[in-house]
């Protein structure tokens, strides 16, 4: 078997177990012997891995450092590395035909146009080091692999091809994170055009309350998905025909309705051990391989460890020597949609600023495999790339957004993050990075503090970013605001803070002129957090790890409080119902029900509400706080949609699970099982084969802080397509709980496993003990990594092997 640890790489050197590695010098290792050099590594680095994969890099320097964890991160996911960089750059139909014609269009379109090397040179020295650092130790991976001193993961060999050698510039070029509400505004301009734009708020409720108003001279009646164009593209990712099976209509709706997090950070003063805690479990949509690979850097000037994104340099959640940091998406509304009206006679001239202008155009040529290259005219305007345009119709779109923005490099912001030593320092790295997020922060001298942090755009005349505007100049951006226009907080007097995507912009806060967003996440996780926070005088470690795993839903317990008197058929179900402490559990038949049921009660009150003529337009449930307010309300056709509901409830698990109640349980329905996506090619579901399955059963939902959310598409096309609407699509994949100064105390779990190869003994590892949300030790301490310490390696640089 290959990749079964660093142990069989013939690059590395032999030390053993950890009970051989004691007392034993970095001199004395690297005497054992070697084997080939690599490139772009100034001095020999000792790597240690422990029993769940995690990589513990001494190097000899900070840069060092990095190129370690870019030559580990391509020992471990090169697959997922490299297609995710060959998406990022517009280079997958070279690969996978022509179907991806349409995404490589949209991810070239929305490359960095300005001087990548300027961008790159205005970046502190240190950071520029760190970064070639890690492009040189992915590349030095790939020259063993052209040596044959390394084999390919299986999906090369499949689909016969090779991985792209990296460019430390394309980390500037690349930009493109869409998060916004760019689809949002198309929906709601297409209903102000059937005068029905409060039903919008059915769906997307705004927070804090606001009116929405259509901008002045923005024809709602000519608005289409098609003005999306490559933008839509763009956010749906790309088109794997054949590759994978087809996947739920709503699919993309429900990843970005669920994406987000939880974190909080403790004070001192609240904790039993008077040191803080802080806590961070990320929600993103599960796969195979994970979102995170957790490593340990250490180097004079760096020392930290947790989990980062394979293709982004250093550390996104974890701690260093000084401060433990934590993210969740915070909301910003990043992108915009300008209708550009366009010349009659000149399609690609636009009305701007009160005269006729030519879109700049950029030709560019599109490998295909299988076929002939594509050459494709890219166009861009004042505000930004063109997505769409129709002539006939004398119309164009254009797309404005922070991420596209001069000193808008998010990929590097990690790097700064790391090295950072207090609030100041942290602050400041934090201006680098343009995605909208919560940063969390507890150090080791007893301060915790919360900055959002993100691209903010400055706005014209008025303009909210909801709905589309005129291309015209009026509403164009008028640059971007400072990370100081966004909110702080710095040991706050309640000794907590938390945030779980929900409003938590301050009561003073200046939303209005400042239009950060009005589309936040419901409450439901944040006020369970701040319930068992404020309740907790003397929090451990132990604690944090619970509330990361809690499933009480208030929600649920409010909804059950309504239920009606229901038929003699379905009583004895109402009644277990009635007796259930709202803990959504796997094994829970109570939580079953309410599951089902309350699907069923979303789809009566949805074709209660939304007349049939705007159903193609409001595509997604009736939003959780909407609905709880409607079902508060006491009307005769609520009760009798409630009673309704719970039938079709009863009789949908009678079928699913049989009979009897008592033996239903909520984990049989939610089910976790990963699979490779690129799972329906043969030969690609053979070599990787799913991870879970039937028995993975695992309890929660969207609104309880142990977030496992599921796609509740009960339509008949995604039912056709054998769409499971209970089964467990995303949630927290790798969670932490750092003990501030006491760092060995630390705990954490990254699922599925650490590696995306199938023999490595790191690829489906952790499954159980995250079903059983059993967190494993994070050491960090030099004696807590030798004595945690599997199997040891040594990576030289070219020319000093010894």
Not at 150 to 163: G, Q, R
Not at 345 to 357: A, L
């Amino acid at each position: 078997m290959r990749h079964t640890s660093l142990l069989t790489r013939r690059h590395v050197l032999l030390g053993g177990v950890a009970a051989g590695l004691a007392g034993l010098s970095f001199r004395a290792l690297a005497r054992k012997g070697a084997t080939s050099s690599l490139m772009g590594l100034d001095a020999p680095a000792e790597v240690l891995e422990d029993q769940w994969g995690v990589l513990h890099v001494r190097a000899a320097s900070v840069p060092d450092a990095f190129f370690a964890n870019g030559y580990l991160i391509a020992r471990d996911r090169l697959w997922q590395l490299d297609f995710e960089y060959r998406r990022a750059l517009g280079r997958l139909a070279e690969v996978y035909g022509p179907d991806c014609v349409p995404s490589d269009t949209a991810s070239r379109l929305f490359l960095f146009r300005g001087d990548a090397q300027a961008e790159f040179a205005a970046l502190p020295p240190t950071v520029q080091a760190c970064a070639r650092a890690y492009v040189a130790g992915i590349n030095a991976y790939l020259a063993r692999i052209n040596t044959g001193e390394e084999k390919l993961p299986e999906e090369f060999d499949i689909f016969s091809y090779h991985p792209l050698e990296w460019d430390v510039l394309d980390l500037v070029r690349i930009r493109a994170e869409a998060t916004g509400n760019t689809k949002a505004e198309i929906r709601r301009a297409q209903l102000a055009a059937q005068d029905a734009l409060d039903y919008d708020a059915l769906i997307q409720p705004l927070r804090p309350a606001h009116t929405l108003r259509v901008p002045d001279g923005l024809d709602v009646h000519a608005v289409t998905e098609q003005d999306l164009g490559l933008f839509g593209v763009l956010q749906d990712g790309p088109s794997l025909a054949g590759l994978h099976p087809v996947l739920s209509p709503s699919e993309g709706d429900h990843r970005r309705a669920n994406e987000g997090s939880n974190a909080w950070v403790i004070a001192p003063t609240r904790t039993a051990t008077g040191r803080p805690i802080l806590a961070n479990d990320p929600h993103l949509s599960f796969g195979s391989p994970g979102p995170r690979h957790v490593i340990h850097l250490t180097a004079p000037g760096l020392d930290v460890i947790g989990g980062g994104a394979p293709g982004m340099p250093g550390v996104m959640q974890g701690h260093n020597a000084h401060f433990a940091f934590g993210r969740t998406n915070f909301h910003i509304d990043q992108e915009d949609l300008f209708i550009l009206r366009t010349h009659p006679d000149h399609p690609d001239r636009y009305f701007h600023n009160g005269r006729w202008v030519e879109m700049e155009h950029e030709e560019i040529s599109i490998a295909v495999r299988g076929g002939p290259a594509q050459n494709v005219t890219l166009r861009y305007a004042a505000q930004g790339p063109v997505v769409s345009a129709d002539a006939a119709r004398n119309r164009a779109v254009a797309v404005s957004a922070t991420w596209l923005y001069p000193g808008a490099n998010g990929m590097l912001a990690n790097i700064g993050i790391n090295l950072a030593s207090d609030w100041d320092s942290f602050r400041k790295a934090l201006k680098l990075h343009t995605s909208p997020t919560n940063f969390t922060y507890a150090d080791t001298a007893g301060n915790i503090g919360w900055q959002a942090a993100g691209g903010l755009p400055e706005r014209r005349n008025g303009y909210d970013g909801l709905l589309p505007a005129p291309g015209d100049g009026r509403y164009d951006w008028k640059g971007l605001q400072p990370l100081d226009a966004l909110p702080n907080s710095f040991n706050p007097a309640h000794g907590w803070f938390g945030t779980s995507n929900e409003l938590n912009l301050p009561a003073d806060y200046p939303y209005k002129e400042r239009c950060v967003s009005y589309e936040w996440k419901d409450p439901y996780r944040y006020k369970r957090v701040a319930e068992v926070l404020q309740a907790s005088p003397h929090a451990t470690v132990a604690d944090s790890v619970a509330l990361q795993h809690d499933t009480l839903s208030h929600l649920a317990l409010s909804v059950v409080q309504l239920l009606p008197e229901v038929p003699a058929s379905v009583q004895a179900e109402a009644a277990l119902l009635r007796r259930w402490d709202g803990r959504v559990e796997a094994t829970s038949a109570a939580a079953a029900l309410y599951e089902v049921w309350w699907i069923r009660l979303n789809t009566l009150f949805y074709q209660a509400l939304v007349p049939e003529k705007l159903r193609a337009l409001l595509t997604q449930p009736l939003n959780a706080s909407v609905l709880l307010a409607l079902l508060q309300k006491p009307e005769a056709q609520r009760d009798a949609l409630l009673v309704k509901a719970f039938q079709q409830a009863v009789e949908e698990l009678r079928d699913r699970l049989g009979p009897v109640a008592a033996a239903w349980q909520w984990g049989s329905l939610h089910t976790v099982q990963l699979r490779h996506p690129l799972h329906g090619v043969k030969a690609v579901a053979e070599a990787f084969l799913p991870i879970g399955g039937e028995t993975a059963r695992s309890g929660g939902d969207p609104y309880t802080v142990m977030a496992r959310w599921y796609n509740p598409d009960v339509s008949e096309t995604a039912l056709a397509q054998g769409h499971n609407p209970y089964a467990v699509t995303g949630g927290a994949s790798y969670l932490m709980v750092c003990d501030v100064g006491a760092w060995d105390n630390s705990l954490f779990l990254n699922f599925p496993g650490q590696s995306a190869l199938p023999d490595s003994g790191h690829y489906a590892d952790v499954l159980q003990l995250w079903l059983k949300g059993a967190m494993q030790p994070l050491p960090f301490s030099a004696k807590a990594v030798q004595a945690a310490a599997r199997h040891h390696a040594v990576l030289y640089p070219k020319g000093k092997t010894l």
